[in-house]
């Protein structure tokens, strides 16, 4: 909030060091926000585990062995569709299906690859859905570069 209060001071226009122009209320805000209620919530998101060439991740991209990873630690997503923690619940359910299968220890590794490879096309597609929605929903620029979606949120 201090670098904003001086940006826009230095400024008097109400816009930013970028030339972007804040809506009045927008400094309204900022001015009467106490900085110890401000809390810094940093959020990151990564790139789908099967973004690999390595014939090995593409056969069993999540698991090597008997060890085999799940949830964010696989898929990290933004929070803006609410399925971080559906699709680990999902990662969860299809462990325990495909682990009931097994009768010995030596199936246990082809279970956890199976499980991967299950799993890893539906994530990918909603991890990127999240990025795509994180990233037009931070650059309002690139949104309204999308022929039809883009002009249609003028009109909202």
Request: hydrophobic residues 40%; charged residues 25%; contains cysteine.
């Amino acid at each position: 909030l201090t670098r904003l209060r001086k940006e826009f001071a230095s400024l008097g226009s109400g816009g930013d060091a970028d030339g972007n122009e804040w809506d009045p209320f927008g400094l309204e805000l900022i001015n009467a926000s106490n900085e110890d209620d401000i809390k810094r919530r940093d959020l990151y998101d990564g790139a789908p585990l099967l973004a690999t060439v390595d014939p090995q991740r593409l056969w069993s991209p999540w698991a090597k062995g008997p060890v085999a990873l799940c949830g964010d630690a696989v898929h990290p997503m933004m929070p803006n569709l609410g399925q971080g923690g559906c699709q680990a619940t999902e990662d969860g359910f299809r462990l325990a299906e495909e682990l009931a299968k097994v009768r010995h220890t030596d199936d246990i590794a082809g279970a956890l690859g199976q499980y991967s490879r299950v799993r890893v096309i539906r994530t990918s597609i909603i991890q990127g859905f999240a990025q795509l929605g994180s990233d037009l929903l931070v650059d309002f620029d690139l949104m309204m570069t999308i022929p039809i979606l883009g002009p249609f949120f003028l009109r909202m």
